[in-house]
T-cell receptor, first 113, second 113 residues
Framework: GAGVSQSPSNKVTEKGKDVELRCDPI?????LYWYRQSLGQGLEFLIY????????KSGLPSDRFSAERTGGSVSTLTIQRTQQEDSAVYLC???????????FGPGTRLTVL | SQQGEEDPQALSIQEGENATMNCSYK?????LQWYRQNSGRGLVHLIL?????REKHSGRLRVTLDTSKKSSSLLITASRAADTASYFC?????????????FGTGTRLKVLA
């Protein structure tokens, strides 16, 4: 596609439910990042993929968070047993090879009631 | 914790004035990038400056980098109401190889018409 897309754009869920967030990268972009941004804050790194492998998962806040990427393309971020503190905007960004510019999707705004 | 810290946190100016934002970081870097974010959604890449560069221009944007002080500044000249947004610096620490981006906390710029 022309840009990075994310779905859903908004998600409201009840505490304790599982949610799945999706990122569709720009075609051919091998590197993919997930970030979390709480209201009025900067970006918090969650995980980085190079192809289908995740050499750095250090930013995942707890074992309730997991992510996968298939076919070097689509990635899903799963949050199990959501908590209110998980409420944030989740941003996906991709990068082409060694070129340093990241291209961001519009984000998914997650609200946990 | 975030490596980059932007200063000021918020800035309000009149249309036509110049806006200057600063970013400080803690470790040696490969490059530093500035991004813009509208309405808490996806970020847009503005400009990248490498560690061996001291100044770079792009349209109304001017970026400087002082590696001895571990700081960078973003100058927007002749600001417009449409420049109202949050601006983030992002660094790529040398220790991370080339993949991990550390975002600052952002400067919220408001340009009054």
């Amino acid at each position: 596609g022309a840009g990075v897309s994310q779905s859903p754009s908004n998600k409201v869920t009840e505490k304790g439910k599982d949610v799945e967030l999706r990122c569709d990268p720009i075609s051919g972009h091998t590197a993919l990042y997930w970030y979390r941004q709480s209201l009025g804050q900067g970006l918090e790194f969650l995980i980085y993929f190079q192809g289908n492998s995740a050499p750095d998962k250090s930013g995942l806040p707890s074992d309730r968070f997991s992510a996968e990427r298939t076919g070097g393309s689509v990635s899903t971020l799963t949050i199990q047993r959501t908590q209110q503190e998980d409420s944030a905007v989740y941003l996906c960004a991709t990068r082409q090879g060694a070129i340093d510019t990241q291209y961001f999707g519009p984000g998914t705004r997650l609200t946990v009631l | 914790s975030q490596q980059g810290e932007e200063d000021p946190q918020a800035l309000s100016i009149q249309e036509g004035e110049n806006a200057t934002m600063n970013c400080s970081y803690k470790t040696s870097i490969n490059n530093l990038q500035w991004y813009r974010q509208n309405s808490g959604r996806g970020l847009v890449h503005l400009i990248l400056i490498r560690s061996n560069e001291r100044e770079k221009h792009s349209g109304r944007l001017r970026v400087t980098l002082d590696t001895s002080k571990k700081s960078s500044s973003l100058l927007i000249t002749a600001s417009r109401a449409a420049d109202t947004a949050s601006y983030f610096c992002a660094t790529v620490p040398i220790t991370s190889g080339t993949y991990k981006y550390i975002f600052g906390t952002g400067t919220r710029l408001k340009v009054l018409a």
